[in-house]
């Protein structure tokens, strides 16, 4: 793929500074768009080498949060694109300039903070909410069209989300994973899911949980392969919940866009 680094020559100093930049940039006092941080990663990927890579969690940890700051502002199709932009990204940084390893030895401090950078920024958590923000755009005007977007949103995500893993510490990652009820959380949250959009339309939900559940599955498949099913770590289905749940509007004001039919 093209790289500026094939007709410039990027030292690993410009790279920091470049970088460095970035999370300036995003850091600032004055507003950013996530549209306009996410072109910018656009250049930074270009220019990264390896040698930079302690400063990939800032990185990281900059764009979803200026993501997570701008949702409520944006539209579902500029959130599914900036997103996604940033998962091909970071993927790209990950698959042309750094090493898998997946050591829990691992003497390299930013392969911790990766892990540390992933769960503190909710990435799950803001896929599904970038989703049901995409269902209700007023952009498409077929239920399949926004069917096929989501797909598209969880498959890039998903390949992110695998990429990522492949790049930290096991037991660690594992270990930070189940102590912050991520998974747990996200299991909840399909049962609200359940209990709130079946009645309404079975047929829209049986394929937008669809594929939740594929995401959700893939996501825990990747974080802990098969040791997961060997854990001595029980999911509650039922009773009270200790987790915050997802934000979800009141009776009276639809949860899916009019052009899914609910």
């Known amino acids: 793929m093209y790289s500026l680094q094939d007709e410039l020559i990027i030292d690993v100093e410009d790279s920091r500074n470049i970088v460095q930049s970035y999370n300036r940039c ?7 768009t996530s549209k306009d941080a996410c072109q910018y990663m656009g250049y930074v990927v270009q220019t990264f080498t390896p ?8 990185a990281i940890d900059s764009s979803f949060r200026i993501l ?20 091909v990204y970071f993927g790209r940084i990950f698959d042309e300039n750094l090493k898998p390893s997946r050591s829990s ?18 990435i799950m958590e803001l896929i599904f909410r970038v989703a049901f923000k995409l269902s209700e755009s007023q952009a498409y005007n077929t239920e399949q069209i926004i069917s096929d ?8 995500m998903v390949i ?20 912050s009820g991520n998974i747990d959380y996200l299991v909840t949250s399909l049962a609200d899911l359940t ?16 594929l939740f559940s594929i995401l959700l599955a893939r996501a825990a498949t990747a974080v802990a392969g098969v040791k997961w099913a060997k854990m001595q770590h029980n999911l509650q289905f039922g009773g009270t919940c200790n987790y915050p749940r997802l934000w979800f509007p009141p009776a009276s004001q639809p949860l899916l866009s009019p052009t899914l039919g609910f």
């Open 68 to 87: 997570w700051n701008t949702l409520s502002e944006i539209d579902g199709d500029t959130a599914s694109k900036v997103t996604q932009g940033y998962g």
């Open 149 to 156: 977007h989501i797909k598209k949103l969880f498959e890039t």
């Open 51 to 58: 040698g930079c890579e302690d400063l990939l969690p800032s």
């Open 105 to 122: 030895s691992s003497s390299e401090l930013w392969r911790y903070e990766l892990v540390d950078v992933i769960i503190g920024n909710d």
């Open 160 to 179: 992110f989300w695998e990429k990522i893993v492949e790049y930290t510490p096991e037991r660690y990652f594992e270990q930070q994973l189940i102590e």
């Open 195 to 210: 209990d709130r959009l079946y009645a309404r339309t079975p047929s829209t939900f049986n394929r937008l949980m669809e």
């Open 26 to 32: 995003s850091n600032t006092s004055q507003t950013i």
